[in-house]
C-alpha cells in the first residue's frame, strides 16, 4: 500500500482532494441538477469521500516516511485551512472525521499551527462553537481539546490567542461533562493554561472553575482525577492569587497521596507543594489536614517483608520521590510546617535511605534544599553588634 500511496501523494492527489474542497467548487456541485450527481446531497457524499482519503494515512499503518510524504503535502496546500472551511457543511453529530484529521494535523507537526492560529478567526466555525459541550459529541469535544490543549502546552504564547477566542466560557460546562474523557481532557486544558505563567488565573478566577476543579480532584475517573490535580498544581505556581480559593483543595489533594495511580499521587504531592511555594498563607491549613505527614509516607514506608520493625524501606518511584521532596523542601521554609515535620521520621530516613547520594539528579536538589533550609534553621543567631 504504501508505494501506491506514495505515487499518488508524489503525483499531486492531496493538491487535487483539497481544490475539490474549496468553497466556489462545492458551490457548483451544488447548483449541478440532481440527476447529474449534483445538489446538496451531493455535495455531502463528496466531503465525506474525499475527507475519508485524506483520513487514510491517519487509519490505517503506514512507514513514518510515507506519513511525512503526506503531511509536507498537506502542508503545502493549506489542509487545515481548508478543513476549517468546510466544517460547516457539517452537523455536528458527523464532524468527528474532519475534526479528527485536523487534531492530527496540528499534534502531529507545529508548522501547522500558523496555518490554525491564521484561518481559525475567519472560519465560520470558531473555537467556542467546537467546543460546545450542548451541541456537539463527545468525540468532537476531545479533539477540540486536543488541539487547544496542545497549543497551551507548547507555549505561553497562544494563551492570547485563546482567551481573545473565547475558549474560557465554554470550560465550565466541559468539566461537567458526563464523558469521563471529556472531562479529563478539560482539565488538562486547565492545566495547560496555567502552565506557563499566571496570565489565565484571573480570567479564570471568577467563573467556578477553579471550583469545579477541585470537585473534580474526587472524581470517580482515574484519568479525570490525575489531570484535575495537574490543574490545581500548576493553579498554585506562579503566585499565592488563587490561593484562597484553592485552600478548599487540601483534604481532596491530601485523599488523593493514596490513590491507587501513582501518577495522580505525584501530582497531589507536586500540587500541595505548589500551596505553600508562594507563600505560607495555607501552611496552618496544610498542618491541619495532616499534609506533612502524609507525604511523609510516602517516602517512608516499610517493604513487605515480614522483617519485623527493623526493616528497610522500599523507596517510591523516581517521579513520585521528587513530588514529595518538591513538598518538603517547600515545608521546611515555613514555622508551622517545619515544626511539623519535625515529628515525623523523615530525617531519619533521609539518612537510612542515602537519599543525598539518589542518582537522580533532581532528587538530589531537592534534599539539598531540604538540608540548607534545615541548617539555616539550627545555626544560631549572629551576635549582637556594638
Known sequence: MDGGLRVAVESGLVQYLLLMLEEDHLQRVCT???LQCGGNVAKHKLLVQVLAILYLPFATTVTPSLLAVVLEAMHKQGAVACLLRV?????PEELEVPMNLLSRLVLTRDDFIPQFIDSVGLASCPLPLLLDANKN????LVSALLIVSHLARLSSSYYKFLHDAGVEATLPALLSHSDPNVRSKACNFVGNLFKHSAYCYKPLSNDGVIEKLIDLCGDADCSTRKFACFAVGNAAFHS???YPKLR???PALVALLNDTDEKTCANAAGALGNLIRNSDMLSHELVKEHAVESVVRLIVRPQQSGDGAGAATALPSVALLRSALYFIANSVRTSATRQALATTPFFDA?????LPEHPDETVRKHV???ERYR???AAPPPPPSN
Not at 466544517?87 to 452537523?91: G, I, S, V, W
Open 368 to 370: 539539598a534544599r531540604i
Open 350 to 354: 533521609l539518612v537510612q535511605q542515602r
Open 240 to 242: 499565592c492569587i488563587l
Open 137 to 140: 459529541p463527545s468525540a468532537v
Open 87 to 91: 466544517l460547516k457543511h457539517f452537523p
Open 248 to 250: 478548599a483543595a487540601i
Open 375 to 377: 541548617q539555616q534553621q
Open 32 to 34: 449541478w441538477p440532481d
